[in-house]
């Protein structure tokens, strides 16, 4: 490894389904090691208070299926009254909107058929969401990774 790489000392252990570098968890698909973990948080229209009654411990069990369904994995999940907290981390060949679109679908979809009292309801979901991506080094450390490297040396051409 290079040292302009800043991971001289540190070495590639294979942990479960990933990587370790150092304290930070890596996973990989076939030709990508990554690191993407984002915070979802989205909200049943109007902030009506459905998620409710068996609700809430039923939308986690489906989060959990369509996050595995996608190959992405779910670090954490909480589910109010009115809105929804996720922490997923997400393989880099799966769109974010294609993962909303499958949760907001299949719960939509299983919510309907399984609990009598939201089939009243002519939207479930809204159809925006907050998104912010969590983890990794702060924008000011990268700033200066990428400013400080050092161009390669010029080519001797003989």
């Known amino acids: 490894m290079r040292e302009r790489d800043g ?24 030709h990508v090691v990554y690191g993407a973990k984002y915070h ?19 939308l986690k069990t489906i989060i959990v299926e369509v996050c595995g369904d996608l190959d992405a994995e779910v670090i954490e999940v909480d ?23 499958h949760l907001k679908g299949r719960s939509s979809r299983l919510f309907r058929q399984e609990y009598p009292r939201l089939r009243r309801l002519p939207t479930l979901w809204t159809r925006s969401a907050f998104v912010s991506t969590v983890g990794g080094a702060p924008l000011e450390i990268v700033r200066q990774y990428v400013t400080g490297t050092p161009r390669d040396p010029p080519m001797d051409v003989a």
């Open 40 to 58: 979802i948080i989205w909200c049943p229209k109007c902030r009506r208070c459905v998620l409710r009654g068996g609700v809430d411990d039923r």
């Open 7 to 30: 991971l001289v000392g540190c070495r590639w252990n294979v942990v479960g389904a990933g990587y370790r570098v150092g304290m930070s968890a890596y996973r990989s698909t076939g």
């Open 79 to 101: 589910v109010m009254s009115d809105h929804v907290h996720l922490l997923v981390e997400v393989p880099p060949v799966v769109p974010l909107p294609k993962l909303l679109k």
